[in-house]
């Protein structure tokens, strides 16, 4: 089972990155993919999470309306388009896969259903 990260960097505030999550040895369908981030000396927090089952999202607030997942099942991709970026999401970015559950916020919140992770790809916005 894998989940690699890619597409992380370096970008100044108000500019945008796309993030890809590669998925393999498992079934993509039956799974919650989503996206985390760990900012330095916080904790690690849901971002956004995609239910392959039905297609439903959950965003965390503070991305709404400049962050989006997407995904290519043919491909068992996962994408994270970040627009309008802010120093305040210089973190650390991870995919995930977690066990489908309801509702999607608690399975995203709590992390607690996380079954698969990839390594992480830095993401520095300057101000």
């Known amino acids: 089972v894998q989940l690699v990260e890619s597409g992380g960097g370096l970008v100044q505030a108000g500019g945008s990155l796309r993030l890809s999550c590669a998925v393999s040895g498992f079934t993509f369908d039956d799974y919650v993919i989503g996206w985390f981030r760990q900012a330095p000396g916080k904790e690690r927090e849901g971002v956004l999470c995609?239910?392959?089952?039905?297609?439903?999202?959950y965003y965390k607030d503070s991305v709404k309306g400049r962050f989006s997942i997407s995904s290519d099942n043919a491909k068992n991709m996962v994408y994270l388009q970040m627009n309008s970026l802010k120093p305040e999401d210089t973190a650390v970015y991870y995919c995930?896969?977690?066990?489908?559950?309801?509702?999607?916020?608690?399975?995203?919140?709590?992390?607690?259903?996380?079954?698969?992770w990839g390594q992480g790809t830095q993401v520095t916005v300057s101000s």
């Open positions: 995609l239910a392959n089952s039905d297609g439903s999202t």
């Open positions: 995930a896969a977690l066990q489908d559950s309801v509702p999607l916020a608690y399975v995203c919140q709590t992390q607690e259903l996380a079954d698969y």
